[in-house]
């Protein structure tokens, strides 16, 4: 299936950040998230990845059948940041396969809190 690409998204390096998506079947219909697990990658600038599994969480909204996620990243995590532009992927597994559904641009602007 063609990878969907989803409109940039812009952040502040030291504030939170709240990822929200649906993920859905290339017919349109929720992909259900009720046996899937989910992975999401966030590469910097250099191409290279930035943050690692444990330093954000993937919540699957309810219900798990609508395909709704959060990805939530914390302040502390985003402070050193560098601004440029990020690109994200969303890869979700389940007994179907693997797929993955969407890539971006996420923007970074400079951390105006020094923290």
């Known amino acids: 299936m063609p990878i969907p690409h989803h409109p940039d998204l812009e952040f ?19 992909y259900d998230l009720s046996t899937a ?15 690692q599994p444990d330093q954000y969480s993937i919540k699957i909204d309810s219900p798990p059948t609508a395909g709704l996620i959060t ?6 995590v985003t402070a050193p940041l560098r ?3 990020y690109l994200d992927w969303l ?6 396969g693997t ?4 890539t971006g641009i ?9 923290e």
């Open 99 to 102: 797929d993955t559904f969407w």
């Open 12 to 30: 502040v390096a030291g504030d939170d950040w709240d990822i929200g998506g649906t993920l859905l079947r290339p017919d349109g219909s929720a």
């Open 37 to 51: 697990s989910v992975i999401w990658m966030l590469r910097g600038p250099d191409g290279l990845p930035c943050l």
């Open 106 to 114: 996420i923007l970074v602007s400079a951390n105006p809190w020094g």
């Open 71 to 76: 990805i939530a990243v914390p302040a502390p």
């Open 83 to 85: 601004p440029g532009r």
């Open 91 to 96: 890869r979700a597994t389940d007994s179907a």
